[in-house]
């Protein structure tokens, strides 16, 4: 009994820290900066809206406002899976890994649209970390147009499921400019609501 609960211990620490990578990868592509976007410290808590396991980091002591206000803007919900014992490869990933993933990808589509983000599921396999999001939105990703990926990615065609390596992703938010397309379709948006409204 005390060897399980060490394990799931161990588990829950290996996840969190995989948390904490993803938070700080996703911060640096998005604000430069390392802090702005943090593991969620309700994890595993009850919240009213759920977030994600990443979310703002909004205290003013780590983070000047500036930056909190651009994070305010990231528009992904992301979901970071630490599964590298169940998945080995990509490959048995790819084979046995369907049912988890659609389970999990529901969950965090159903979250994600009730506060109008676009949902990212970041899975931690052994030696390899991927992306999992989908082609079939028209949101966030009609920027990300698949034909302008120049990386191998993958494809779940059942579920419009894109898989891609987490740094490639990252690179190709890069190369198509997606911060400053998206933070200019964003003011556009808003400049738009303004005038309809006046």
């Known amino acids: 009994m005390e060897k399980m609960k060490k394990k799931r211990i161990?588990?829950?620490?290996k996840g969190n820290c995989f948390e904490r990578e993803v938070a700080e990868l996703f911060s640096y592509c998005w604000t430069d900066t390392r802090r702005a976007l943090i593991r969620n410290p309700l994890f595993g808590r009850q919240a009213e809206v759920y977030l994600g396991d990443i979310v703002v980091n909004s205290n003013p002591a780590e983070v000047p406002a500036d930056i909190i206000k651009l994070a305010f803007k990231f528009p992904f919900?992301?979901?970071a899976k630490n599964r590298p014992s169940q998945f080995d490869s990509l490959e048995k990933f790819l084979i046995n890994g369907n049912k988890p993933v659609c389970e999990w990808w529901e969950k965090l589509n159903t979250n994600a649209g009730a506060v109008r983000k676009t949902p990212l599921l970041i899975c931690n396999?052994?030696?390899?970390?991927?992306v999992i999001f989908t082609y079939n939105l028209v949101n966030s990703f009609s920027i990300l147009d698949l034909g302008t990926c120049k990386h191998p990615y993958f494809l779940l065609s059942t579920n419009d499921l894109v898989i891609l390596?987490?740094?490639?992703?990252?690179?190709?938010?890069?190369?198509?400019?997606?911060?400053a397309k998206y933070l200019a379709d964003l003011d556009k948006k808003s400049l738009d609501s303004i005038v309809t409204k006046s």
């Open 10 to 13: 161990n588990s829950l620490q």
């Open 165 to 179: 390596e987490l740094n490639n992703f990252l690179t190709w938010l890069k190369e198509v400019d997606f911060k």
């Open 77 to 79: 919900m992301l979901e």
């Open 125 to 130: 396999l052994n030696r390899m970390r991927i």
